[in-house]
C-alpha cells in the first residue's frame, strides 16, 4: 500500500517563499512528482525527483530524500498566479510498469 | 497542438442513465488513464490501459467501465450512474518504457454531476 501526506491548506504572502512538505510510505519507490493545479483545471507538471537531493528550476525547486520518505517543493517570490493546488504523487514500479498515486493536494493562497 | 481531448466538459445526468466519457490523445501514447478528483481526497485511479486492448482496474473501479480499441481512444462508461459518482474526471497519457519519467497529460477534465 501506500500512503502520502501533505498539509491542506497554506498561505503565504506576495513576494515570500513557501515550502510545502510531502511524506510518502510506498513499496517500489521510483521517483516523485508535483503537480500544480488550478481551480477548475488540470494539473500540469511540475517537477520529478528520483535522487535525493534538490532540483532547481526558476521559481520552483523540489527536494527528495528517499531515506525519509520526504520531499518538499519550495516556491521562492511568490505571486498572485501561484495561487493554486499542489499534487504530490509518488511514482510506484508495479509489475506492469509505473502507477502514479496521488496526494491529496495542498490548496495554496498567495495574499497581496 | 499535442493534447488529450475530453468530451464532455460539463454533464448533468440523472441516475441509471448510461453515459460515455470520450478521452482522445495525438501523441502516440500508449498509456492511457482515467481519475476522479473529489475535495479532501486527491486524484485516484479509476482504470488504466498500458496499450491498445490492455486495460485493468485502478484503485476505485465499482461502476464504471472502459475499453481501449485504438490506441488513440480511451472512453470511459457509467452503466447506470449513481450520485456518488459525480466528480471531476480526467483523462490522462503518457509514453511507456522510460522508467519513472513518465510525465502524465492530463485532458481538461469533465465534471459529472447526477442526480
Known amino acids: 500500500g501506500q500512503n502520502i501526506d501533505q498539509p491542506t491548506e497554506m498561505t503565504a504572502t506576495e513576494g515570500a517563499i513557501v515550502q510545502i512538505n510531502c511524506t510518502y510510505q510506498?513499496?517500489?519507490?521510483?521517483?516523485l512528482f508535483w503537480y500544480q493545479q488550478h481551480a477548475g483545471e488540470a494539473p500540469t507538471f511540475l517537477s520529478y525527483n528520483v535522487l535525493d537531493g534538490l532540483e532547481e528550476k526558476g521559481r520552483f525547486s523540489s527536494f527528495l530524500s528517499r531515506s525519509k520518505g520526504y520531499s518538499y517543493l519550495l516556491l521562492k517570490e511568490l505571486q498572485m498566479k501561484d495561487s493554486a493546488s499542489y499534487l504530490c504523487a509518488v511514482c510506484r514500479l508495479m509489475e506492469y510498469g509505473n502507477k502514479l498515486v496521488f496526494g491529496a493536494g495542498t490548496i495554496l493562497r498567495v495574499k497581496s | 497542438e499535442a493534447q488529450v481531448t475530453q468530451n464532455p466538459r460539463y454533464l448533468i445526468t440523472v441516475t441509471g442513465k448510461k453515459l460515455t466519457v470520450t478521452c482522445s490523445q495525438n501523441m502516440n501514447h500508449e498509456y492511457m488513464s482515467w481519475y476522479r478528483q473529489d475535495p479532501g481526497l486527491g486524484l485516484r485511479q479509476i482504470y488504466y490501459s498500458m496499450n491498445v486492448e490492455v486495460t485493468d482496474k485502478g484503485d476505485v473501479p465499482e461502476g464504471y467501465k472502459v475499453s481501449r480499441k485504438e490506441k488513440r481512444n480511451f472512453p470511459l462508461i457509467l452503466e447506470s450512474p449513481s450520485p456518488n459518482q459525480t466528480s471531476l474526471y480526467f483523462c490522462a497519457s503518457t509514453r511507456q518504457g522510460e522508467a519513472g519519467a513518465n510525465v502524465l497529460t492530463f485532458g481538461a477534465g469533465s465534471r459529472l454531476t447526477v442526480l
Open positions: 510506498t513499496s517500489g519507490f521510483n521517483g
